[in-house]
């Protein structure tokens, strides 16, 4: 009898010794934002893609209210790699694509309030319009990046599905986009956006073979642990049906992930 309880109760203390761990672990969520516009006209409104300034303004204020403090992904790297200390009820705050409202809404707001974030862009759509949403320029990047409030990273050159390209037409995508920002903009390019969140395992290696150091995904449940890596962070979409209490209440409901 003895022989079958012990190997039991070794399970038990290795899971709950496990489980302690994974609990001890500092909880960093993302949030993604797209565009800054309370309507597109000609199109039908999108709350996952759109969301009006005052309401994001209400989002980042109620962040700071809360005692969340939104830190760079070189903060979150060094967090993991090294080991480095991270402030109380660190958060990432992300954009994807890299509209025009970016700069013209939300990178005033965020001066305004002390706040970082990352914008992630889609190289090739620099200072052009497409589907009535602008793109900011190469200068506005350059000037929210040279701000120290803004990082800019990559969503890759021209936002196709990466798993649905050749190899050759996959790594053009990932390094063409990381050596226009780091040309343009005179800085390390070193943190990938998938399109559509979309990546599998030839996706994330690419990723790595291209020189990105830190890769995300969107759309996902749950926030970011040290021992989950570097190449599948999870990000949560901030509606614009969230109040900002709302907001506090769907970043409590993933910590609990």
């Known amino acids: 009898m003895m022989k079958k309880v012990v190997p039991v109760l070794l399970a038990v203390v290795l899971l709950f010794g496990c489980c302690t761990a994974f609990a001890d672990e500092v909880k960093v969520p993302v949030l993604l934002y ?18 009006p300034a005052d309401l994001f303004e209400v ?6 209210d809360a005692g969340y403090t939104p830190i760079t992904y070189g903060e979150y ?12 009820k660190p958060i990432l705050i992300t954009f994807d694509d890299g509209y025009w409202s970016n700069y013209k809404y939300a990178f005033p707001i965020l001066k ?3 706040m ?9 759509r620099r200072g052009m319009a497409l589907s009535k949403n602008p793109h900011f320029s190469w200068n506005q990047a350059k000037e929210m990046q040279d701000s120290g409030v803004i990082d800019i990273q990559s969503h890759t050159h021209s936002h196709q ?5 050749m190899d050759f037409d ?10 226009l920002i780091e040309n343009k903009l005179g800085k390390k390019c070193s943190v990938l956006s998938f399109p559509q969140g979309i990546a599998s395992e030839r996706e994330i290696q690419a990723a790595k073979d291209a020189g990105y150091l830190i890769a995300n995904k969107v759309g996902d449940v749950g926030v970011n642990r040290k021992s989950e890596g570097l190449y599948e962070l999870k990000r949560i979409t901030a509606r614009a049906d969230y109040t900002g209490e709302k907001l506090l209440s769907v970043l409590e409901e993933n910590m609990a992930y």
Do not use: R
């Open 170 to 179: 996959l790594y053009f995508e990932l390094k063409t986009s990381k050596n």
């Open 161 to 165: 599905i990466l798993t649905g390209l």
């Open 77 to 88: 790297y060094d967090y993991v790699v090294d080991d480095a200390p991270l402030p109380d």
């Open 112 to 114: 305004k309030l002390d």
């Open 34 to 51: 797209h565009n800054i516009a309370d309507n597109i006209p000609g199109e039908e409104y999108n709350p996952l893609l759109n969301i």
């Open 59 to 64: 989002h980042m204020q109620t962040l700071l």
């Open 116 to 124: 970082k974030a990352t914008i992630f862009v889609i190289t090739d």
